[in-house]
Nanobody, 122 residues
Framework: QVQLVESGGGLVQAGGSLRLSCAAS????????AGWYRQVPGKQRDLVAS???????NYADSVKGRFTISRDNAKNTVYLQMSSLKPEDTAVYYC????????????????WGLGTQVTVSS
């Protein structure tokens, strides 16, 4: 089985920075696209940033220029560096990864972490 564990969330003042990490473990052959999503109570879960297997990135307009997604394939870890944080960035942040399992006949599946809370105070 595969597990995704997010870390790095917390409470920060507006204008501050946080770095989220998402570590994948289990029978992993490769991690394809990976993304960070966020959700506030009563609203849908929205894509914040994504990164492909070859490093191409995509960002929501609301975080462009402030957030940076990256990955360390050797560590099966994806990061989200968040800077110039705003109160409206407050949410639970979730990691999602499309993972090809070992052995390959087990196929490719999407996995979610349990989320990490980010709270930005004004």
């Amino acid at each position: 089985q595969v597990q995704l564990v997010e870390s790095g969330g917390g409470l920060v003042q507006a204008g501050g920075s946080l770095r989220l990490s998402c570590a994948a473990s289990g029978s992993i052959s490769s991690i394809n696209v990976a993304g960070w999503y966020r959700q506030v109570p009563g609203k849908q879960r929205d894509l914040v940033a994504s990164i492909s297997g070859d490093g191409m990135t995509n960002y929501a307009d609301s975080v462009k220029g402030r957030f940076t997604i990256s990955r360390d394939n050797a560590k099966n870890t994806v990061y989200l560096q968040m800077s110039s944080l705003k109160p409206e960035d407050t949410a639970v942040y979730y990691c999602n990864e499309r993972i090809t399992l070992r052995p390959l006949w087990r196929g490719t599946h999407d996995y979610w972490g349990l989320g990490t809370q980010v709270t930005v105070s004004s």
